[in-house]
């Protein structure tokens, strides 16, 4: 029998191929392999990473260093106390890799800072060959009970995914330089810019730039052709600010629906294509749009789609198995589909995913608080970031206790906004909480909309 | 870099704290940002997307564009002093 199929640690097959892009300059495969090397000699034991590098670079470095070291990375949802704790039930042989003393708070967790001084370049590295079948990283999602779920990712579909997107973007054939707006270590940053610089051809700007100023001075310290990797909300914010941008050639953005309006300013403003990307945890990105065209999604390359009653699955090309999707989808054609919203209850705010009876879990599994609920209202803005209410009995604790203890537990993008204490929580005869009642109370709030 | 306290600069300081309320559709008064408590975590609880809300609202404002340079993304959003430290400082109206 033939060995397990493999593929390369890149898709770039030249060693001076630009695969990143730094303050200093471009970065080459072989420096990238150089820096690999120099770093997975560093890890201590433990088959475990967590990789906490705000640089995109050493990010990139901190993964395929995993890779060829045999190490795991975990991908969490936040870095929480208790998801870290979580985190070290699953895998209590998880060191850290951060670039920065401020992040490696995590008492107990051992903790390798990022090296300080570049590995010599000079001797020819061999591409590393990594296994189709290898387990990359596990990607937690929120559970139903309050434990994080994980998901394995391998190398194979990870690669495939990337070269589909890829395909669809045009980045196999442009090489665009990356600048994104998101982190690499949450889903979409890593498959549009970790793994776009690793197999798409795309060489990925180390900086996570943050104020619309900043993202125009990483856009102007990288070549054309550029790609800009967004959210809808990041990109109405660069839009408001009204500056001058250098020339972008594409535009991507995802983690939540974008608005006609703003897709169309964008690409009136940048004169540039911008397309959406659709994906989950579970599936990788599955499917894209261009957003001023059509509202219809495409799916990539040999990715399908088939009902069940009420339930959407993927599966083929790089999708794993037969995936249930969590999204309300209209089947057009054996290639297009609409979307029509999440299910209930799936919470997704600025990119980060969790569900209602999650934060429920959470909330009234803290000391001192009888009953509770959170509520996502109704969407007010399009491209704009809602956030949660939260109704609470907890006749012992303050408004800032609770939401001290709320912090240990969750991410801050979904402490709740308003949090309203109450006597009791309008529970119907069984014992259920009706949606309407929850918007009624918040209505009645002063503060309220 | 410090701010000498003066009579402008406690009008900029409850100037920005109306901004940040406003802005972020918080519950409190402006008068109950205190100048030197974090606006982040413990704090105020902002996090970086309202940030970015308020950066927007004061580059329009004062007439400048924030900047993290090498900086840490938020340092200038260390509490409602440090931001108004920032706007003596770079302002252009």
């Known amino acids: 029998m033939d060995d397990a199929p493999s593929y390369p640690l890149t898709s770039h097959g030249d060693p001076a191929a630009i695969i990143a892009w730094r303050r200093e300059g471009p970065v080459s495969v072989a420096r990238f392999l150089a820096d690999v090397r120099q770093l997975a000699a560093r890890f201590p034991a433990g088959g475990h990473l967590l990789n906490l590098c705000q640089d995109r670079y050493r990010f990139m470095v901190g993964l395929a260093a995993g890779l060829v070291a045999g190490r795991i990375s975990l991908l969490p949802s936040s870095h929480t106390p208790e998801t870290?704790?979580?985190?070290?039930?699953?895998?209590?042989?998880?060191?850290?890799?951060?670039?920065?003393?401020?992040?490696?708070?995590?008492?107990?967790?051992?903790c390798l800072p990022y090296?300080?001084?570049?590995?010599?370049d000079g001797e020819r590295i061999d591409m590393p060959q990594i296994a189709a079948d290898r387990t990359v990283a596990y990607v937690f999602t929120s559970g139903s009970t309050g434990t994080p779920v994980p998901h394995a990712k391998h190398w194979g579909a990870l690669v495939r995914n990337a070269w589909a997107e890829a395909e669809r973007l045009g980045?196999?054939?442009?090489?665009?330089?990356?600048?994104?707006?998101?982190?690499?270590?949450?889903?979409?940053?890593?498959?549009?810019?970790?793994?776009?610089?690793?197999?798409?051809?795309?060489?990925?700007?180390?900086?996570?730039?943050?104020?619309?100023?900043?993202?125009?001075?990483?856009?102007?310290?990288?070549p054309r052709p550029r790609l800009l990797v967004t959210t809808p909300f990041h990109l109405r914010a660069l839009l408001d600010a009204g500056i001058d941008l250098p020339p972008v050639d594409q535009l991507l953005s995802a983690t939540a629906p974008l608005s006609q309006a703003l897709a169309r300013e964008a690409e009136a403003r940048c004169a540039a294509p911008l397309h959406e990307i659709y994906g989950c945890t579970e599936t990788g990105q599955i499917a894209s749009r261009r957003t001023t065209a059509s509202p219809?999604?495409?799916?990539?390359?040999?990715?399908?789609?088939?009902?069940?009653?009420?339930?959407?699955?993927?599966?083929?090309?790089?999708?794993?198995?037969?995936?249930?999707?969590?999204?309300?989808?209209?089947?057009i054609d054996g290639e297009h589909f609409l979307l029509h919203?999440?299910?209930?209850?799936?919470?997704?705010?600025a990119g980060k995913r969790t569900s209602l009876a999650y934060l429920n879990h959470q909330l009234t599994a803290i000391a001192g608080v009888a009953d509770g609920a959170f509520l996502m209202p109704d969407d007010e803005a399009p491209d704009g970031v809602t956030r949660l209410a939260a109704f609470v009995v907890a006749p012992t604790l303050t408004p800032r206790?609770?939401?001290?203890?709320?912090?240990?537990?969750?991410?801050?993008?979904?402490?709740?906004?308003?949090?309203?204490?109450?006597?009791?929580?309008?529970?119907?005869?069984?014992?259920?909480?009706?949606?309407?009642?929850l918007q009624a109370l918040l209505a009645q709030h002063p503060g309220a909309r | 870099m410090t701010q000498v306290p003066t009579p402008d600069f406690d009008a900029l300081l409850a100037e920005v704290a109306e901004i940040i309320v406003s802005a972020l559709n918080l519950e409190m008064t402006p008068a109950e940002i205190a100048p030197d408590a974090p606006l982040f975590g413990e704090g105020l609880g902002l996090d970086s997307i309202d940030i970015?809300?308020?950066?927007?609202?004061?580059?329009?404002?004062?007439?400048?564009?924030?900047?993290?340079?090498?900086?840490?993304?938020?340092?200038?959003?260390?509490?409602?002093?440090?931001?108004a430290t920032h706007i003596v400082a770079q302002r252009t109206k």
């Not at chain 1, 979580?86 to 708070?105: E, M, S, Y």
């Not at chain 1, 498959?191 to 125009?216: K, M, Q």
């Not at chain 2, 927007?56 to 090498?70: E, H, I, T």
């Open chain 1, 115 to 120: 090296p300080a001084t570049p590995a010599v």
């Open chain 1, 171 to 222: 980045t196999d054939r442009l090489g665009h330089a990356l600048v994104g707006t998101v982190p690499g270590q949450h889903m979409y940053g890593f498959e549009s810019t970790v793994l776009l610089a690793l197999h798409g051809n795309c060489a990925a700007w180390s900086g996570r730039p943050f104020y619309p100023a900043d993202i125009a001075a990483a856009l102007a310290a990288v």
């Open chain 2, 52 to 83: 970015l809300e308020v950066a927007l609202v004061v580059s329009k404002r004062y007439g400048f564009q924030l900047k993290a340079d090498n900086e840490d993304n938020v340092k200038i959003f260390t509490s409602l002093r440090t931001l």
């Open chain 1, 341 to 349: 919203g999440r299910s209930a209850d799936l919470i997704n705010i």
């Open chain 1, 401 to 437: 206790e609770l939401l001290a203890a709320l912090r240990q537990r969750i991410d801050p993008i979904f402490l709740p906004r308003p949090l309203l204490f109450l006597d009791r929580l309008p529970r119907n005869t069984t014992g259920k909480l009706p949606r309407s009642a």
């Open chain 1, 296 to 331: 219809r999604w495409q799916l990539l390359r040999d990715v399908t789609l088939e009902q069940a009653v009420e339930t959407t699955f993927a599966s083929g090309g790089h999708v794993e198995g037969r995936v249930a999707l969590a999204d309300v989808i209209e089947l």
């Open chain 1, 84 to 110: 870290v704790r979580q985190l070290l039930a699953f895998a209590p042989d998880t060191f850290c890799l951060h670039d920065d003393a401020n992040d490696a708070p995590l008492a107990g967790l051992p």
